[in-house]
């Protein structure tokens, strides 16, 4: 499948600066594009890599200043542009509706004509599977729990006994939805035999509301009572984990390796990056983010930026990270006023 | 299955404030309940969520200071008592004794008759499955492991060969038992093909004992000799990572994410917190603690409870956060007295 | 298979001190070391085990200062001697080529008959998998994916459609390779359906190099365009995430639970220790290392070593603890110098 650059540009509503009849085969990093490639520029680290670009025309931002001679797709938020032209060149896969013969569905299970079950998938007793799903080989579907229509479940992705997910999810390969959370009390007599840590039943469910994606090896562990719930829309990247009956509002983005304590709410929209973790049993408010690596021990407010460990707001952070890079100045402006004092004179001590 | 409170009581040793002959149907959170859960109450967080209920009866603690006019159910150490009634509700399942037309059991395996192996496991040659044993979809026992009685391993759980799992042993999905510990050694010649990092040998194994549960997705990586050693009572959350011959004395609690270097040993009853990480070679001593996202690198005392990276007691740990909380204004008094040195007179400047 | 240990000191270029004519039948560690057994003995914190142990032989480095008595096998690089040696006794397993019954290997897929392929492995359309190499029960490899010779593939390994993986690469259980990266543009209109993340197609492959061995469910992500590459020799532990088109250099050591993000280069022999995160498009420099649970903001020159949240070179960050260690007693140094200066007396504060 091909287009011309014009096409392209009618459809995402940007403009072309220059040869518009330029047929373009597919889109192409910066450094590997070829003369019939469309390419991606906006971060300015990868300067020299568009300059020295063999791409045919490149998306970038309309007011992007940028030399004369190279072929432009202009147009505002580029990088939405260039990821809806790249889904041109790429669709999502389409399901051939078929059960491989090497797969296990009960046959108390409803699996909707037109999904797609390879081998050695394994749906359970009274489980549903919605129209044009795909389940790769190694997904296994427990009893009674109910996949939505359009999904694509990953090889190996477990969706346990009884859990909700919903219409247009992509549970990337190993993904575990409904484990159960890590629920134990100490228990000091242990009906005579000694202490151990009693389980506690997780007789809840996880639920996976529509338009989710879950990245690989990611684990969102089922409720104590009641459901674990990643809302609508949100993104979930790979080993993250979303213990018992945590809520995730929609839209929220969770960057890889984040673990989530249980029963901690977060809001619409919420960013948490890479390697964040959160306490138990607190609120993190609409479109609040979380910097890379901080630990949350306090509820969050709507809209506010936290970073560090523990977190504390943005600004904060960095006025007393800034501090402690100057702690060693500091600890000698005080041994030069300890000196002055000593000595018994007032002469200032050099100071920052 | 339902239940006078009056005799879920007389189970758990408590006592009931108000009607004994209501008729229980189920346990439910606060939100949720109706008018034939239990329920129950303690964080006091959730107190307002409590005074809304519509629940029943709600387990307390004896001495839970409530508004009169709700159905309780008071007994000491409310939640193990709850979880127990909870079990009542939902009782742990049963195997169905089969194996799975689908499943691939080696001729010389030995699979107990009472044990259950779903479709598309895999039991290699002179492995064991004890007694009413559950093997769910995927899973894979390698050649010589041996898993014991009444044990659940979930969907695409894996031991390796040689392995050994004991009694009531609960693996989530996804955990894998016997990898090949991260053992290498740089070999600066590589017989005459340049550097490369040699493979020591894996050639242990890992021993899960009785009573133990591993979360979704975690690892408890095989001995390069000898075993690692995950101890009696233990419980793992999900995306745990254990080195090769890590010791893990009985009844420890490891949250999620935490991640244990090779050789360092846990004393029992040890706790470590969620995204925990521990350095090798380390002694932690019985019922140490350590605090969520600590990273260690030290051995612990018994007893202790530590945090922070590097991680140190918790006092010192917290007076050390605080006094970096108040750096900028200590900053500022350093200023202060510059300026009151420069100005040569002894003003106090104003502190604290 | 046994050998004298004079033999196993020929084999390694050491020397024997001792009775070289002692039969050696396995190698073990110090502690459970019998008389016909070769141990290994160098961190001085096993000095008391080396010192108890039953052990026929050791081996040690050639200057190692030892009390006398012992059967010794000196030899430079100690530990990869013994590694060396360890192989001898456990030599690598050895496929057994067949194609299981109850595999899936699609019509169209290339599979070496000295290949071995388990129950339940799934090989897909145009896939290949090279001479020697085993794909353990629930291996699923895509379509048009490629494995090269003599690899290892352990239980539930998914490589998924197009991704490559070269010759003598071992995959522990669970590993995934060519999951979707975790690419998302935010799409304020949603064609009209309100907000939401547009997913930018993941259309690259993620490609792991010869002789590079990943730990259990590691996740290696496929690249937006082009490739995410592993590169020679490297050597990955558990439940490492590397996103979309990072490339790792030839001979990188990456511990478990470490987090690379997006595009990040890291140089060749770059060592990440434990739960390491790094930020998306950096550089590493060639022989970097960064220290445990660091947190990297920035681009890293060559040969440094770095630690800390957010990283700084070892010694700064060093030297910054140790002045956090001091805080206490800078701040009461300040307290005494605005007492001093109050009383308009000039007395010396004590200090350090």
Not at 29 to 36: F, N
Not at 129 to 136: C, D, M, P, S
Not at 266 to 290: F, S, Y
Request: aromatic content about 6%; some cysteine; charged content about 20%.
């Amino acid at each position: 499948m091909t287009f011309l650059l014009s096409e392209l540009a009618a459809r995402v509503g940007g403009e072309v600066q220059g040869d518009g009849a330029l047929r373009i085969e597919r889109v192409a990093p910066l450094e590997s594009a070829g003369p019939s490639d469309l390419s991606f520029f906006a971060n300015p680290r990868y300067r020299a890599a568009f300059e020295a670009s063999g791409a045919g025309a490149v998306v970038v931002e309309p007011e992007a200043t940028l030399p004369p001679g190279r072929t432009l797709l202009r147009v505002k938020n580029a990088y939405l542009a260039f990821a809806r032209i790249s889904t041109l060149f790429h669709p999502p896969r389409e399901p051939v509706p078929e059960i491989a013969p090497q797969a296990a569905v009960h046959p108390a299970a409803h699996v909707h004509p037109s999904a797609q079950v390879m081998p050695f998938a394994c749906v359970g007793p009274a489980a549903e599977v919605g129209a044009r799903t795909i389940l790769f080989p190694g997904v296994v579907v427990g009893a009674e729990a109910r996949v939505g229509d359009d999904c694509v479940l990953y090889a190996n992705v477990n969706v346990r006994e009884r859990c909700v997910v919903g219409h247009r999810c992509i549970l990337q390969p190993g993904v575990v939805v409904g484990a159960d959370g890590f629920g134990f009390v100490f228990d000091p007599l242990g009906e005579g035999s000694g202490p151990r840590h009693y389980k506690v039943p997780q007789a809840g469910i996880a639920v996976v509301e529509d338009d989710v994606e879950i990245g690989a090896n990611s684990c969102v562990d089922r409720a104590t009572l009641g459901s674990t719930v990643v809302g609508r829309g949100s993104k979930i990247d790979n080993l993250v984990q979303l213990a018992h009956n945590v809520q995730v509002g929609p839209l929220a983005i969770i960057c890889a390796q984040v673990g989530v304590s249980g029963s901690t709410r977060l809001g619409q929209g919420v960013v948490l990056a890479g390697q964040v973790g959160l306490a138990g049993h607190l609120q993190i408010g609409d479109r609040a983010t979380l910097l890379a690596q901080s630990g949350v021990m306090n509820d969050i407010p709507a809209g506010e930026t936290w970073g560090g460990y523990p977190a504390r707001p943005q600004r904060r952070w960095l006025r007393e990270e800034a501090l402690l890079r100057r702690l060693d100045e500091l600890s000698k402006r005080v041994r030069a006023l300890e000196k002055a004092a000593a000595a018994g004179h007032t002469d200032t001590p050099e100071s920052e």
